[in-house]
Structure formats: structure tokens, C-alpha cells
């Protein structure tokens, strides 16, 4: 059975860092898309990150330059870095891996979920 587990949310002052990880297991992923997607309340699931198999990356502009996201092929592994932190990040982050080895920037293309982590930025 497949399982995505999120972890590394929490509570940061604007300007304030945090690092998401997100473990997999039931199967490798080495071949296939990751991404971050955040929910905040009363909108819609927005893309946030991707990485490819060849960590070939993709971003929202909203985090470009401030967010990084890596993969840990051996350890079957994602992260997202988040610096520089806005009010406006608040949301529930969710790890998801791809149906594709490209690089999707919609959900409808993921496969996977996880069950999502809070993170709430205060100004």
C-alpha cells in the first residue's frame, strides 16, 4: 500500500524558515514526478513545487527564489525548504507523487497524496 507522510509544519514569524519533508514507502518513486501543492482555507489546491527524476525543477512564481524542493531518490524522499515566509504561505501543505516521469504542474496529474501538514506563518 502506498503511503505519503508529510512532516516539518508548524508555527513561524514572517521572515522565518521550515523545511517539509515527505516519506514515501509501498513502492519506489525514483522514476516519477514529486510535488508540493498548499490548500489555504476558502481556496483552491495550488501548485507549489515539482521535481522530475533528473531533479529537473518547477515553481509557482509566488515562491521562486524563496522555496527549494529536493529528492532523495535512495531514501524514496522529498523536501520543500521554505524561507523568507509570508503571511500568504499560510496553508496545509501536501506531498504528492506523479503518474509521469515529466514534470505536471496540476494535480490532476498526481497520483498520491498525503494527508497534508499545517503551516501558519504569523505577521
Known amino acids: 500500500q502506498v503511503q505519503l507522510v508529510e512532516s516539518g509544519g508548524g508555527l513561524v514569524q514572517a521572515g522565518g524558515s521550515l523545511r517539509l519533508s515527505c516519506a514515501a514507502s509501498g513502492r519506489t518513486f525514483s522514476n516519477y514526478a514529486m510535488g508540493w501543492f498548499r490548500q489555504a482555507p476558502g481556496k483552491e489546491r495550488e501548485f507549489v513545487a515539482a521535481?522530475?527524476?533528473?531533479?529537473?525543477?518547477s515553481y509557482a512564481d509566488s515562491v521562486k527564489g524563496r522555496f527549494t524542493i529536493s529528492r532523495d531518490n535512495a531514501k524514496n524522499t522529498s523536501a520543500l525548504q521554505m524561507n523568507s515566509l509570508k503571511p500568504e504561505d499560510t496553508a496545509v501543505y501536501y506531498c504528492?507523487?506523479?503518474?509521469?516521469?515529466?514534470?505536471?504542474?496540476?494535480?490532476?496529474?498526481?497520483?498520491?497524496w498525503g494527508q497534508g501538514t499545517q503551516v501558519t506563518v504569523s505577521s
Open positions: 504528492a507523487v506523479a503518474a509521469t516521469a515529466f514534470l505536471p504542474l496540476t494535480s490532476s496529474n498526481y497520483k498520491y
Open positions: 521535481i522530475n527524476w533528473s531533479r529537473i525543477t
